[in-house]
Nanobody, 113 residues
Framework: QLQLVESGGGLVQPGGSLRLSCAAS????????IGWFRQAPGKERTGVSC?????NYVDSVKGRFTISRDNAKNTVYLQMNSLKPEDTALYYC?????????WGQGTQVTVSS
């Protein structure tokens, strides 16, 4: 059964760091593109970063966020440094298999002093 489970969110002060995890089951993370998305209250869900054969980032997080994966643990990570209040959102990981998009339940990131 295909499943994505996010974890690692929390409350952090501006300038702080968090590492999000996306534990996958039912498929190998090194074979498919895995994306991180986020959705702030009242806003649409938008892409943050993606990893496949290479990595990609939205401009607003370049230089601050790093996506990586551990094939042995079948897990994708999002290391978030220099966090800003505008990074506050519910973060989701995503994979698309056979034209079907799969999502985890999300993990909340709140950046506030």
């Amino acid at each position: 059964q295909l499943q994505l489970v996010e974890s690692g969110g929390g409350l952090v002060q501006p300038g702080g760091s968090l590492r999000l995890s996306c534990a996958a089951s039912g498929f190998p993370v090194d074979y498919y593109a895995i994306g991180w998305f986020r959705q702030a209250p009242g806003k649409e869900r938008t892409g943050v970063s993606c990893i496949s054969g290479r990595t990609n980032y939205v401009d607003s997080v370049k230089g601050r966020f790093t996506i990586s994966r551990d094939n042995a643990k079948n897990t994708v990570y999002l290391q978030m440094n220099s966090l800003k209040p505008e990074d506050t959102a519910l973060y989701y990981c995503n994979v698309q298999l056979d034209a079907i998009a799969y999502w985890g339940q999300g993990t909340q990131v709140t950046v506030s002093s």
